[in-house]
C-alpha cells in the first residue's frame, strides 16, 4: 500500500483535566475521503483542527505527505514548535473549511478566493483571477463573483469556502462540520459539491453529522467516543454492523436504523 | 463686538497652533498607538503588560498633570523641553493610551474564526493582520477614533496653561487688552466647534468608505 497522506500516530491532547484525544492512531490514504462521527465533545473536531495545528496537542506527531505538521521531532521524544512562516507554509497546501464558514466579508467572493492564490502561492492577479473563476464556477456560483458575503446565502457562502479551500490545491482538504450551521433546504447544494470533489480523487477529512452523506461520500468512516477512536472501516461495515455499543447506542440515537435498513 | 473682529488676525495665530499641537498629537499617537496597541493584542507577557500598565496608568490622572509633569517635572530629571514640545509631549502621551484601548477593542472585535481562516489558507500572521484583521478593524476603529481626536483638539487648550499661545491663550489675551469676554469666547467657542464638526463629517464619509455592506 502507498504512503498514507496523512499520518497520525498516537496524538494526545487534554484541556486541563479532560483529556480530549487518547493515543489516535490513523493513516488517510491519498485520494481516500475518510467521514469522523461521533458525539459532540467526541474529540473529532479537536482532532481535524490538530492537523492544520488550529489546536495544540501535547504529544504524539501528525504528518501530512512526510513532513511534520506543528512540529518537529528533535530526538530523544523532544520536539519543538515550527515557525510561524514554516507553519504558514504547510498549512497552504491543507484546506479547510469551517462549520461558519468565515469568509472575508470585506471581500468579494472572487478576492475571498484570489487572497490566498497572491499573497501565499504568489499567483499575478490575472492568474488567480482565472484559477478563482474556474471553482467559483466549479461550485455554481459564476454570477455570485462580485458579491459580498453578506449578500450570499449560508449555502453560497460555505461554495465560497470550498472554493477558496480547494483553490490554493491543498493535499488534503478538512472540513469541519461544514453543514452544521446551514438551513435543511441548502444542505444538498454544498453536499453535492463535496461529493463531486471526492469522485475526482481529493483527499478529505470530512467531520459530519450528516450521516447519510458520511455512509454515501467516505470510503471509510471513522467513530469517535470520548477522545477515542472506537471503529474505523468502509461506511456500511461501520454504519450497518457496528461492533461497538457505544456505536450503536450513538446511531440509534440519531434514531438511523430504519433509514439505513432500507 | 469691534475688539472681537480687529483681533481676528491674533486669534488666528493661536488657531494654527491649536491646529498644529492637535494635528501632531493625533498623527504621534496614531502610530504609536496602533504599534503598543498591537503589542496589546497579540503580544506575549512581556510586550502585554507593560503596555497594559502604560494605558491603565496614563488614563488614571489628570491630563493637565501630565503637562505640568512633563513641564515643570521632567526638567529636574534633565529633560528640558519648551513650552510647546512640552505639551505635545504630554498630551500625545495621554492620547497614546486612548488609541491602544479602541484599537484593542477593534481588533478584538473582529471574530477570531477570520484569523483562523488565514491561517487555514497559509497567511503569515503579518499577512493576516494586513490583509483581513485590519481592513475590518478600520471600520470600528473609526467612530471612537475620531471621538478621541475632537478630544485631543479640545484638550489641546489645556496647553494655555503652561504658556503655548493657542487659540485659548489668544482669546484671553484679548480679552485682557478690550475687557470684552463674552464676543471673544463667542468667537473662541465657534472656532473650536468648526474643527470639530467639520471632523465629524469627515468621520461619517470614511465610515461609509469603509463598510463593506452595501446599503
Known amino acids: 500500500m502507498a504512503e498514507p497522506i496523512v499520518r497520525i500516530r498516537n496524538v494526545e491532547k487534554s484541556f486541563g483535566q479532560n483529556r480530549v484525544l487518547r493515543d489516535v492512531t490513523l493513516d488517510i490514504e491519498r485520494g481516500q475521503t475518510v467521514s469522523i462521527i461521533g458525539a459532540s465533545g467526541s474529540g473529532k473536531t479537536t482532532l481535524l483542527r490538530c492537523i492544520n495545528l488550529l489546536e495544540t496537542y501535547d504529544a504524539g506527531s501528525i504528518e501530512v505527505d512526510g513532513v511534520e505538521v506543528g512540529y518537529r521531532s528533535t530526538g530523544n521524544g523532544r520536539r519543538r514548535r515550527r515557525s510561524e512562516t514554516e507553519l504558514a507554509a504547510i498549512r497552504a497546501d491543507i484546506g479547510m473549511v469551517f462549520q461558519l464558514f468565515y469568509l472575508f466579508p470585506h471581500l468579494t467572493a472572487r478576492q475571498n478566493v484570489m487572497l490566498g492564490l497572491v499573497k501565499v502561492r504568489g499567483k499575478s492577479k490575472a492568474e488567480a483571477t482565472e484559477i478563482a473563476d474556474h471553482w467559483l464556477d466549479r461550485v455554481g456560483l459564476a454570477d455570485k463573483k462580485e458579491s459580498l458575503p453578506a449578500e450570499l446565502s449560508g449555502g453560497q457562502q460555505q461554495r465560497v469556502g470550498i472554493a477558496r479551500a480547494v483553490a490554493m490545491s491543498p493535499k488534503v482538504l478538512l472540513l469541519d462540520e461544514i453543514t452544521s450551521a446551514l438551513d435543511p433546504e441548502l444542505v444538498g447544494e454544498v453536499l453535492l459539491v463535496v461529493k463531486r470533489l471526492a469522485e475526482e480523487g481529493m483527499t478529505m477529512i470530512v467531520v459530519t453529522h450528516e450521516m447519510t452523506f458520511a455512509r454515501e461520500v467516505g470510503d471509510r468512516v471513522v467513530f469517535m467516543d470520548d477522545g477515542l477512536v472506537l471503529e474505523d472501516g468502509p461506511p456500511d461495515e461501520v454504519l450497518l454492523n457496528p461492533k461497538h455499543e457505544r456505536l450503536q447506542s450513538f446511531l440509534k440515537r440519531l434514531n438511523l436504523a430504519g433509514i439505513f435498513a432500507t | ?215
Open chain 2, 1 to 215: 463686538m469691534w475688539a472681537a473682529i480687529e483681533s481676528l488676525p491674533f486669534l488666528v495665530q493661536g488657531f494654527l497652533v491649536t491646529l498644529q499641537v492637535s494635528f501632531l498629537v493625533v498623527a504621534i499617537s496614531l502610530v504609536i498607538g496602533v504599534v503598543m496597541g498591537t503589542g496589546l493584542v497579540f503580544g506575549r507577557w512581556w510586550l502585554y503588560w507593560p503596555v497594559r500598565l502604560y494605558s491603565d496608568f496614563i488614563r488614571g490622572i489628570p491630563v493637565l498633570v501630565l503637562i505640568f509633569f512633563v513641564y515643570y517635572g521632567l526638567p529636574v530629571l534633565g529633560l528640558n523641553l519648551d513650552n510647546f514640545w512640552a505639551a505635545v509631549a504630554a498630551l500625545t502621551a495621554f492620547k497614546v493610551a486612548h488609541v491602544v484601548e479602541i484599537f484593542r477593542g477593534a481588533v478584538q472585535s473582529i471574530h477570531h474564526g477570520q484569523m483562523e481562516a488565514g491561517k487555514a489558507i497559509g497567511l503569515t500572521f503579518w499577512q493576516r493582520l494586513t490583509w483581513i484583521i485590519l481592513p475590518q478593524a478600520v471600520r470600528r476603529f473609526l467612530p471612537p477614533w475620531i471621538n478621541a481626536v475632537t478630544d485631543a483638539v479640545k484638550g489641546s487648550a489645556l496647553v494655555s496653561l503652561i504658556g503655548v499661545v493657542d487659540l485659548m491663550l489668544a482669546v484671553q489675551q484679548v480679552i485682557g487688552r478690550t475687557y470684552e469676554p463674552m464676543p471673544l469666547y463667542v468667537t473662541g467657542a465657534i472656532i473650536y466647534f468648526l474643527i470639530n464638526y467639520s471632523l465629524s463629517t469627515v468621520s461619517r464619509r470614511l465610515e461609509v468608505r469603509f463598510s463593506y455592506i452595501r446599503d
